[in-house]
C-alpha cells in the first residue's frame, strides 16, 4: 500500500507570511492526524480528524493555525502569520481502526515538512 | 495531556549489545506504543502493548509494561548499526473531547559498529 504523502517536504518562509502544508493519507484510512515536531522534542498533536470531523484540536494555536480535512481524505494545514517559533517538523499522519477503536491502531507517519521560519 | 518522560535521553553503545529504553506517564498507561524514527524521516510503528499485557515480543524488540508505576520498556537485543535512530513511546489519553497519542520525548541511540 501506498504510504502517507507529504508536502513540499521543506519550507522556508520570513516571519508574518503565511504557508500551507498538504497531506493524503493511506486509502481508507479513517482517522488523520498533525504532529509538530520541535528539534530533540517528542511529536505534539496540533489536530485529529475522524473522517471530516475534528476529534481534538486542544492544542491547535488557533489564532494562526487552520486545518481542514475535506471530503475526509485530503488534509491541509495552514500558519497564518508564522512566527519564529512555529519552526518545526510537521508530520501527517493516518490510522485505521480495529474492532471499531482507533486507539488499538498504528499511526502510519509521512515524511514530514521540515518549516524554518526566519 | 502530560508528555511521557523517556530516559535514557540519549544511549550509546556497541553493535552487539543490547539497549533499554524506559518511559513513564503520569497519567494512566493504555494501549502503549512505540515508534521508531530515522534521522529526516517520519515514525515507524514497532510494536503496541495493550494496557492487559505485560510482555511482548517482536523480533529483537521486547517491551514491558508496568501499569501499577506507569512505565514501560524497550528492549533492543544484539543491536545493529541499523538500529541507530530515535525511540517514541507513546500513550493514548482518554479525554472527555476525545482520545489522542501523547509521545514521550524520545530516546537517541547510536550504535557504533
Known amino acids: 500500500e501506498a504510504g502517507v504523502a507529504q508536502s513540499p517536504r521543506y519550507k522556508i518562509i520570513e516571519k508574518r507570511q503565511s504557508v500551507a502544508f498538504w497531506c493524503n493519507p493511506i486509502?481508507?484510512?479513517?482517522?488523520l492526524y498533525w504532529y509538530q515536531q520541535i528539534l530533540g522534542q517528542g511529536p505534539k498533536l496540533l489536530i485529529q480528524?475522524?473522517?471530516?470531523?475534528?476529534?481534538?484540536d486542544s492544542q491547535l494555536p488557533k489564532d494562526r493555525f487552520s486545518a481542514e480535512r475535506l471530503k475526509g481524505v485530503d488534509s491541509t494545514l495552514k500558519i497564518q502569520p508564522a512566527k519564529l517559533e512555529d519552526s518545526a517538523v510537521y508530520l501527517c499522519?493516518?490510522?485505521?481502526?480495529?474492532?471499531?477503536?482507533?486507539?488499538?491502531?498504528?499511526?502510519?507517519f509521512g515524511n514530514g515538512t521540515r518549516l524554518t521560519v526566519t | 495531556s502530560q508528555q511521557g518522560e523517556e530516559d535514557p535521553q540519549a544511549l550509546s553503545i556497541q553493535e552487539g549489545e543490547n539497549a533499554t529504553m524506559n518511559c513513564s506517564y503520569k497519567?494512566?498507561?493504555?494501549?502503549l506504543q512505540w515508534y521508531r524514527q530515522n534521522s529526516g524521516r517520519g515514525l515507524v510503528h514497532l510494536i503496541l502493548?495493550?494496557?492487559?499485557?505485560r510482555e511482548k515480543h517482536s523480533g529483537r524488540l521486547r517491551v514491558t509494561l508496568d501499569t501499577s508505576k506507569k512505565s514501560s520498556s524497550l528492549l533492543i537485543t544484539a543491536s545493529r548499526a541499523a538500529d541507530t535512530a530515535s525511540y517514541f513511546c507513546?500513550?493514548?489519553?482518554?479525554?472527555?473531547?476525545?482520545?489522542?497519542?501523547?509521545f514521550g520525548a524520545g530516546t537517541i541511540l547510536r550504535v557504533k559498529s
Open positions: 486509502s481508507g484510512h479513517a482517522t
Open positions: 507513546a500513550n493514548f489519553e482518554f479525554m472527555e473531547y476525545g482520545n489522542k497519542l501523547v
Open positions: 499522519a493516518s490510522s485505521t481502526t480495529e474492532r471499531g477503536f482507533y486507539y488499538n491502531s498504528p499511526l502510519h
Open positions: 480528524f475522524q473522517n471530516n470531523g475534528v476529534v481534538d
Open positions: 502493548i495493550r494496557s492487559n499485557e
Open positions: 497519567t494512566s498507561i493504555n494501549n
